[in-house]
Nanobody, 124 residues
Framework: QVQLVEYGGGLVQAGDSLTLSCTAS????????MGWFRQAPGKEREFVAA????????RYRDSVKGRFTISRDNAGTTLYLQMNSLKREDTAVYLC?????????????????WGQGTQVTVSS
């Protein structure tokens, strides 16, 4: 069983930066692609970023390219999302997810395990 726990959310102003972390239990992390998703009130959960089991092949949704960076520390079993130049439309609950695969999934249906999420609120 894989357990994922997100940290680092909060209230920030537009233009600020924030780094989210997701810790994962179990050796499954080292063989798993990891992703970040977000869900705003009344909206569907949407893909944000994903990274391969080895830390390569990052994928991003268009609206965060150039502002967000996904990375992972395989030794420490931690996934990160560095978010810069935050905008009001980035406000959402951010969730991390994992999938044992050598691919880099970008749809929520492909992921097997999910964290509970951390709230990010960006004020103008």
């Amino acid at each position: 069983q894989v357990q994922l726990v997100e940290y680092g959310g909060g209230l920030v102003q537009a233009g600020d930066s924030l780094t989210l972390s997701c810790t994962a239990s179990g050796r499954a992390f080292r063989n798993a692609a990891m992703g970040w998703f977000r869900q705003a009130p009344g909206k569907e959960r949407e893909f944000v970023a994903a990274i391969s089991w080895s830390g390569g092949s990052p994928r991003y949704r268009d609206s965060v390219k150039g502002r967000f960076t996904i990375s992972r520390d395989n030794a420490g079993t931690t996934l990160y999302l560095q978010m810069n130049s935050l905008k009001r439309e980035d406000t959402a609950v951010y969730l991390c997810a994992s999938k044992n695969t050598f691919l880099v999934p970008v749809t929520r249906g492909e992921y097997d395990y999910w964290g509970q999420g951390t709230q990010v609120t960006v004020s103008s």
